[in-house]
């Protein structure tokens, strides 16, 4: 087999499993992940129940590679705006328009505390990048006065994580929950500075 058909297939190939995803995502979404068959997905990928394997072991490892993409899409959404505070209140909006994708991660999060769950490890390094990422953004406003610094950064970004997993899971109860508002706010009391500057 040539260098540029094999190329050609693994391209093929990765365009086909980002399909998949694709359509995962929009399905557990709008159909929930509990009520969605594979058999589902493959439909409308358009392939047999049977080429799903070829990509992903189960449906597990499906719904890992889907929590994968509603992160990336919701680093996407914040444009320029970079990892840190000031892109919390953009996700959680988004949140709020994906509320199947919201749920599911909620649902997922909480099961998947079992070392042997098929997506134990996504959310053990998720919750680790998210807290040293908004750690690192802290740091940086905590030297320039913007942030208060008698807490330490850690902390204080496990806690502003924390609220916002909070307020999505009241959200998800009571749609009148303003988590993107929530979450400003928060910031803006829990994080300000000791004594502010003039």
């Known amino acids: 087999m040539s260098t540029t058909r094999a190329r050609g297939q693994y391209a093929k190939g990765a365009e086909r499993r980002e ?15 509990e009520g969605t068959a594979l058999k589902r997905v493959a439909e409308l990928v358009g ?15 499906l719904l890992t590679a889907v929590l994968a993409e509603r992160d990336r899409r919701s680093l996407a959404v914040g444009g320029d705006i970079g990892v840190g ?6 996700i959680a909006e988004r949140n709020e328009r994906e509320p199947g994708l919201t749920t599911l991660y909620a649902v997922a ?13 996504y959310f053990k390094e998720r919750y680790e990048t998210v807290v040293r990422d908004i750690a690192a953004d802290i740091e940086r406003r905590q ?19 924390a609220a916002f997993d909070g307020l999505q899971l009241q959200w998800l109860y009571d749609k009148n929950v303003d988590m993107a508002d929530g979450l400003r706010q928060l910031i803006e009391v829990l994080l300000a500075p000791s004594h502010p500057t003039e």
């Open 109 to 121: 999060s909480a099961t998947a505390n079992d070392p042997h769950h098929d997506s134990h490890g």
């Open 47 to 61: 392939v047999k129940e049977a080429t799903l394997f070829h990509y992903f072991k189960g449906k597990q490892e």
């Open 143 to 161: 030297a320039t006065g913007k942030v208060r610094s008698d807490v330490n950064s850690v902390m204080l970004a496990r806690l502003t994580v």
């Open 19 to 33: 399909q998949i995803i694709q359509t995962a995502a929009d399905v557990f979404a709008t159909e929930g992940f």
């Open 85 to 90: 505070l000031d892109l919390m209140a953009p």
